[in-house]
């Protein structure tokens, strides 16, 4: 009886090892990943997961020197672990003293975002403006909360820092406002004004800002505000015809010789299917320089549609038209998109007009035939 339920208790324990292996693993490949682990320690959560799943397999194959594999697998674990300086914030590496903010562990802080210099001189800009009676502006997410409804006011969220696990922890400043009410929560704004001194500290209770772990406000100073602007992030991005990168150059210069460019200049919103430099290079025998520029510019019009259409959009189509009229089918199988013959390989990348979706192969406008690329007798324009 004893021997049966240990090993019912062994083979669960393996199942939960493959299992627990198998998930991580799975969230190590997720696009997700990002949003709530470090990019840096991508690699070491593969390695923990792929270990695990080795350890619950061999628990499963119920080898006789199964307890000796195991405890090697997970001391090489521990040893990777150790390698890796995953870590947690000691209890004194964030804190933020009344007008200063000071952030420990400076290798684990992603500076590509956040530099160090720019992270050491937060707490003496602020006393520098306070201290000059300075106007600035600023830029930041506002939080609603209770407690500073009952003050009139609300929190602008314009600092979010890496650590361990990405966007770790978040600062902001409280700001007074008449019309607090009209300032939705999660908004993106952007107010000019200048640093007052804090007189009486507001308790406030523990709160997250987007995927922050700890949020906080200054107690040193708040934002009186002179001025308040709704901030748009799309107004910040370029235009569609700077986003083609060194991957569609071909494309690119097919779109300006067919006069179609300052099309993509204009307000917008487009979605612009690019086929990748292969994929014009793959369309055959003739080459753009033997196409006219009426054939030139119905090639590219049969990539680009009016309207903004991320991939969550196009799954609730089947069908889009294109600028010269051609209709495009859309198909969403395995996990994959494929407009036309042609299947999506880097997707969503957004525009102040528009998005891009990189493809391979090239859409064929209607008349061309995909054997030999060239345009049916009688399309020339």
């Not at 009426?294 to 309207?307: C, D, N, P, Q, T």
Request: proline fraction near 4%.
């Amino acid at each position: 009886m004893v021997k049966m339920t240990s090993k019912i208790f062994g083979i669960c324990e393996a199942f939960i090892l493959v299992l627990l292996g198998a998930a991580i693993l799975w969230f190590s490949f997720s696009a997700n990943y990002g949003l709530l682990m470090n990019e840096k320690f991508r690699w070491l959560t593969m390695t923990g997961a792929a270990w695990l799943f080795l350890m619950g397999l061999v628990s499963l194959a119920g080898s006789r020197k199964r307890s000796v594999v195991n405890s090697l697998l997970f001391g090489v674990m521990l040893l990777i672990v150790f390698l890796g300086k995953p870590y947690t914030p000691g209890a004194n590496s964030m804190q933020m003293p009344d007008s200063s903010l000071q952030a420990g562990l400076w290798e684990q802080i992603d500076q590509t975002r956040f530099p160090r210099k720019d992270l050491q001189t937060v707490s003496k800009e602020s006393d520098e403006i306070y201290g000059n009676n300075m106007s600035f502006t600023t830029v930041g997410v506002a939080k609603r909360l209770e407690a500073l409804d009952e003050h009139g006011s609300f929190a602008l969220m314009t600092t979010v820092m890496y650590c361990c696990v990405a966007d770790a922890f978040a600062v902001g400043l409280r700001v007074p406002f008449t019309d607090w009410r009209s300032i939705e929560d999660g908004q993106w704004i952007m107010v000019s004004g200048k640093l007052v001194e804090e007189q009486n500290e507001i308790a406030l209770p523990n709160f997250r800002v987007g995927n922050a772990v700890l949020s906080n406000v200054d107690t040193a100073y708040h934002l009186k505000p002179e001025k308040i602007m709704s901030y748009d992030r799309i107004d910040q991005l370029p235009l569609l015809t700077a986003r083609f990168g060194t991957r569609a150059r071909l494309f690119e210069k097919a779109l300006q010789e067919s006069g179609l460019w300052q099309e993509l200049e204009r307000k917008g919103p487009f979605t612009v299917f690019v086929p990748v430099d292969q994929a014009i290079e793959d369309l055959g025998a003739v080459s753009f320089d033997e196409l006219s520029k009426g054939e030139l510019k119905r090639f590219v019009s049969s990539h680009i549609v009016k309207g903004k259409f991320f991939t969550q959009d196009l799954m609730e189509w089947d069908r889009l038209e294109s600028l010269n009229g051609q209709t495009l089918q859309i198909a969403f199988a395995n996990a994959r998109f494929r407009i036309d013959r042609s299947r999506l390989v880097f997707k969503n990348d957004e525009a102040r007009n528009g998005v891009l979706h990189f493809i391979y192969p090239a859409i064929l406008p209607d008349g061309w035939t995909r054997k030999t690329d060239t345009p049916a007798p009688g399309n020339n324009e």
